[in-house]
T-cell receptor
Framework: ETGVTQTPRHLVMGMTNKKSLKCEQHLGHNAMYWYKQSAKKPLELMFVYNFKEQTENNSVPSRFSPECPNSSHLFLHLHTLQPEDSALYLC????????????????FGPGTRLTVL | QKEVEQDPGPLSVPEGAIVSLNCTYSNSAFQYFMWYRQYSRKGPELLMYTYSSGNKEDGRFTAQVDKSSKYISLFIRDSQPSDSATYLCAMGSNTGNQFYFGTGTSLTVIP
């Protein structure tokens, strides 16, 4: 295991539901990330948090709302999603965000498979 | 133009073959290069991490970076059925705080 856990592993929700994805890292890292992985597309970076502060928001629609209460936990709150939001949502963590050899490798969780009906 | 180009495959080889996986990129500022392996229904797992140009070897895996050609490769020697997975390349720069990923190459090693 990588030291990054995600729950739930699978989620099916309707377009009017509100749900949350949870990520926890046990590696003592300072940075955490949310990615979206869709078939035949590169991983899309959604959000980056460094020391609990959001440092990156890659033009993600407001129906996705991240929360980082501390360096070990990251949430992704979902509301009024669209069917095209169905994907694998991956959480990752790294020691640092900036290019520092040996410190910016990202370790991924197993992902949450989200289906929006 | 995409930041990173990777042939999605699928690639199918017999057990014991040498596998070559490749990515090209357009941003000359990239300095960090990674290869991840992703099994079905799992998250990506870091395999190799290199900085700047050159080779790095780890067991049956060798990563090569040619910055002049903006081309990186992952070689797998004596491939095993357990190597069957999707391989993702990723890269980043000293100034950015994100990595750019390829689409992944699906590899099947046939016993």
């Amino acid at each position: 295991e990588t030291g990054v856990t995600q729950t739930p592993r699978h989620l099916v929700m309707g377009m009017t539901n509100k749900k949350s994805l949870k990520c926890e890292q046990h590696l003592g890292h300072n940075a955490m990330y949310w990615y979206k992985q869709s078939a035949k597309k590169p991983l899309e970076l959604m959000f980056v948090y460094n020391f609990k502060e959001q440092t990156e928001n890659n033009s993600v629609p407001s129906r996705f709302s991240p929360e980082c209460p501390n360096s070990s936990h990251l949430f992704l709150h979902l509301h009024t999603l669209q069917p095209e939001d169905s994907a694998l949502y991956l959480c990752a963590s790294s020691q640092d965000v900036r290019g520092t050899l040996g410190h910016n490798e990202q370790f991924f969780g197993p992902g949450t498979r989200l289906t929006v009906l | 133009q995409k930041e990173v180009e990777q042939d999605p495959g699928p690639l199918s080889v017999p057990e014991g073959a040498i596998v070559s996986l490749n990515c090209t990129y357009s941003n000359s500022a990239f300095q960090y290069f990674m290869w991840y392996r992703q099994y079905s229904r799992k998250g990506p797992e870091l395999l190799m991490y290199t900085y700047s140009s050159g080779n790095k070897e780890d067991g049956r895996f060798t990563a090569q970076v040619d910055k002049s050609s903006k081309y990186i490769s992952l070689f797998i020697r004596d491939s095993q059925p357990s190597d069957s997975a999707t391989y993702l390349c990723a890269m980043g720069s000293n100034t950015g705080n994100q990595f750019y990923f390829g689409t992944g190459t699906s590899l099947t090693v046939i016993p």
